[in-house]
């Protein structure tokens, strides 16, 4: 996600300075390009991972315009958040300007144009830089209480140390279930809230604010959902702007534990998402420490299939009960 907002404000700014100036020089936009690409690309992880992907990319004008459109990017929004970045740029632009139209060498070298931003510039790409969409803090309210949480993305797969064929066997218990199913809804709805304000977050980074408000709980704007539900409790956006449903599953402690799943559920992740106006179905696992940390591990129909489903609740219906519905 990270590259994926570095090519996003790279266009950006290359769309507004194409507008400003039609006429630019190749020469000069080819220097404004690799200035973005040395710049933007320069946290101390992965530096030249970075680098290479975007040194790949076609920054063209024409291909820059594409990208805009099929990127779904809010121009206003990044244009706003990178104005010292562009008053810099518009800066350099000119004095390059200037010794093309003298036919003079242009003396700076792009290190050198980095090392010549004002400092105020610099820490603002700077700052940039550091964020990350893997690790954010946010705040719900849940039974009229604020909370704050640190919130992990984490790119381990959903697993349980279970050995093959070895199978869950209940031997009853004596729980009070009225009272542990509060607890349950409870930690539901704390996983969908949290889940909401991840989902929303990721997409305002990647500046799709537009799409950031159209982000909500599928529960809390329809009434006439039935008692089994949709099959996925948030509706969201990827960085396409493809709708996502979303599953919330949220469970206790720091290791993975097995979770229950509906039919209707299930039929969602086997990709008729489609039906429910979704291009696309995942399983958000909401793992909650307890002590203000959450990790969250995302499931998708490729790695639904190498679960295993063990059935733990069976519906009874009578021998004659298809005879007395025809």
Avoid: W
């Avoid at 194409?18 to 200035?35: F, G, M």
């Avoid at 964020?131 to 919130?151: C, D, F, H, L, M």
């Avoid at 929303?200 to 009434?223: F, P, S």
């Amino acid at each position: 996600m990270y590259l994926e907002k570095i090519i996003r404000d790279s266009c950006s700014i290359l769309y507004y300075l194409d507008k400003k100036d039609e006429k630019l020089s190749e020469r000069i936009r080819n220097k404004i390009i690799k200035l973005l690409i040395i710049s933007q690309s320069s946290p101390k992880i992965r530096t030249n991972y970075y680098k290479n992907k975007l040194l790949k990319f076609d920054f063209s004008q024409e291909n820059v315009r594409k990208e805009i459109v099929k990127r779904n990017i809010d121009i206003e929004y990044r244009i706003k958040e990178q104005s010292k970045i562009i008053k810099y740029l518009e800066s350099l632009i000119e004095e390059y300007k200037k010794l093309e139209k003298k036919k003079e060498k242009f003396p700076l070298d792009i290190i050198d144009a980095i090392s010549n931003m004002d400092k105020d510039t610099y820490n603002d790409m700077e700052n940039r830089k550091i964020q990350s969409p893997n690790k954010i803090n946010i705040s719900i309210e849940i039974s009229g209480k604020k909370e704050k949480y640190n919130v992990s993305i984490s790119e381990e797969k959903y697993s349980i140390n279970r050995k093959k064929g070895e199978k869950r066997v209940s031997n009853g218990s004596n729980n009070n279930q009225s009272k542990n199913n509060v607890k349950k809804i409870l930690s539901g709805k704390k996983g969908e809230l949290i889940v909401l304000e991840v989902e929303k977050y990721k997409l305002k980074y990647l500046g799709l604010n537009e799409l950031a408000t159209k982000v909500e709980l599928i529960a809390q704007v329809k009434d006439d959902i039935p008692l089994d539900g949709l099959g996925y409790d948030l509706i969201s956006y990827n960085e396409q702007g493809e709708k996502i449903c979303i599953e919330v599953k949220t469970n206790k402690g720091e290791k993975d534990k097995p979770f229950f799943i509906s039919k209707k559920e299930i039929e969602v992740m086997e990709n008729i998402s489609i039906k429910y106006g979704c291009n696309h179905s995942l399983i958000y696992y909401v793992l909650d420490k307890g002590d203000g940390n959450i990790t969250i591990k995302k499931i998708d129909y490729t790695d639904f299939k190498n679960y295993q489903l063990e059935p733990v609740l069976y519906k009874i219906v009578s021998t004659n009960y298809e005879q007395k519905i025809n």
